[in-house]
């Protein structure tokens, strides 16, 4: 929950970015998430607030991964149809923020909870999507780390087929840099058991494919 002096270092970034009316739509450890307009644009965007506390304290706990806006650095490498994009980025002494397109649809969690299970031809166009985005990240040699449900959006295109939008890079990490992933991160009912092993074994490293394993229980259900 926001304290008073929070809350009030929030409305000033967004009135001193020309961000109007901002309605909060989802919050996790690092960050919360807004929807808001801009200037005189009455069309909405999303808006992505990291507190740059949170960051500077992970980076101390560990100095082993640029934790130290590497969101916002990853974020801005990808250019993909089914990854959405970043706009712009905006910073001021206490928060980045990362703008992107609101999708109204939500998350596809959501989307099935409300709609029920997806159709086969549905399912099969969403499976095809998210793995020629996961493709384009190993191609540059990144690691997402927290792919699930919750992260990827629905778009509506012009003839009514849905296209996904693969969101949050906050856990990513380039692999052959570091020399392979050994960090426990992610959302725990989606990682590899390899993962899961750094609990056990903290000094075991594992690769981009353990790391974006989570990509099989999107697929085809809970292992």
Request: aromatic share 12%; with cysteine.
């Amino acid at each position: 929950m926001e304290n008073e002096d929070d809350a009030s270092a929030v409305a000033l970034f967004f009135q001193k970015f020309e961000l109007f009316t901002p309605r909060l739509i989802g919050s996790g450890q690092f960050a919360r998430v807004y929807i808001t307009t801009h200037g005189r644009n009455d069309d909405q965007y999303a808006v992505k607030l990291i507190s740059k506390g949170h960051v500077h304290k992970m980076f101390q706990k560990s100095r082993s991964e640029l934790h130290s806006g590497s969101e916002v650095f990853f974020h801005r490498q990808m250019q993909h149809p089914y990854i959405i994009p970043c706009l712009r980025v905006l910073e001021d002494l206490n928060f980045y923020a990362i703008i992107q397109p609101y999708c109204l649809l939500g998350d596809v969690k959501a989307y099935v909870l409300q709609f029920g299970a997806a159709s086969i031809p549905m399912a099969e166009n969403f499976n095809f999507q998210l793995l020629q985005a996961m493709l384009y990240i190993h191609s540059k040699d990144v690691s997402h780390r927290d792919v699930k449900l919750e992260n990827i959006l629905l778009d509506q295109l012009n003839n009514d087929v849905l296209k996904i939008q693969l969101i949050d890079f906050g856990f990513a990490k380039h692999s052959a840099l570091y020399f392979g992933c050994s960090t426990c991160v992610g959302t725990p009912d989606y990682m590899a058991p390899e993962i899961l092993m750094q609990i056990h074994v903290p000094c075991l490293l594992y690769t981009s494919d353990a790391a974006d394993d989570s990509l099989r229980v999107d697929l085809g259900g809970r292992r």
